[in-house]
């Protein structure tokens, strides 16, 4: 059967969540999560399903991609299709011609999960390799500390907090009221949590958000964020420990996260909650 490239309407998008899900497990190289798609919904139901593309054979859906930002194709493969050549070389042939409508002509990255054959074709096509990210990762078999600060979990009536100090945690963040009941009522959120750390005043200090795979699946963190003015204070590694502790009760197996390698003092701080580094992943990348 031929494979088939598509772009799922909105009711298609809990079909393309669902695969995702069964797709991660404990030693399962890094890709794209249902959270990915999660943080992506904020922008609106409507967006992530026009930034979605799926590869199917007979009906099975056997790659998801998420156009994540212009250039950027987050894609990741069914386990047992990750070498699989005609999934492959259809992959290659539909991310290099502009006309199919994955990436635009000109420099274009895209993140594959190590190992896939599609890295192998995209080396040989001239692809090349950008710069290093730093996975990372906690086990949560045993319990996990207390943070050490008050937590809370922000619901709607609280989402204009947690949507302050994500603002107030990165600069380029346009991140709204609207945007937070946007995400909030996509599919991947019935798995998740927003949760907001104060400090001993009663100030928003820390936010993070965390998306559960499912009982006995890895969760992820994203994003992470402490407010400007109240860095340096542990409130990283605390929102990070809290984190932690929500995917456990979610029944994550695990707490994974992935930041750029050049960003020190995150990848310091999911050290000090715990989490422990894996090896180096890195995007392909097409130049321009």
Known sequence: MAIVLGEPEVNGLSEAVGVLREWQYEGAPTQLHPGDLGWFWRS???????????????????????????????????????????????????????????????????EAPTGAMLQDLLSDEGWQIDEPWTPLRRDLTEPVEDPGVRIEVAGPERAGVRTAVQRASFDASTFTDEHWHAMAAGVPY????????????????AAVTV???????????EPMGVHREHRGQGYGKAITVAAAAALQELGSSSALVCTPSSNVGAVATYKAAGFRQRPEVRDRYRPA
Do not use: H
């Open 190 to 205: 019935a798995d998740a949590r927003c949760l907001v750390a104060y400090d001993d005043g009663g100030n928003a200090v």
């Open 211 to 221: 998306w559960s795979a499912g009982p006995g699946r890895p969760g992820l963190l």
């Open 44 to 110: 609106g139901a409507e967006a992530t399903a026009a930034a979605v593309r799926t590869w199917s054979r007979d009906g099975r859906i056997l790659a998801v991609g998420l156009l994540d930002g212009p250039g950027l194709l987050r894609l990741t493969i069914a386990p047992a299709a990750r070498r699989d050549e005609e999934l492959a070389r259809q992959l290659v042939a539909d991310v290099t011609e502009p006309e199919r409508g994955v990436l635009p002509e000109g420099k274009a990255n895209i």
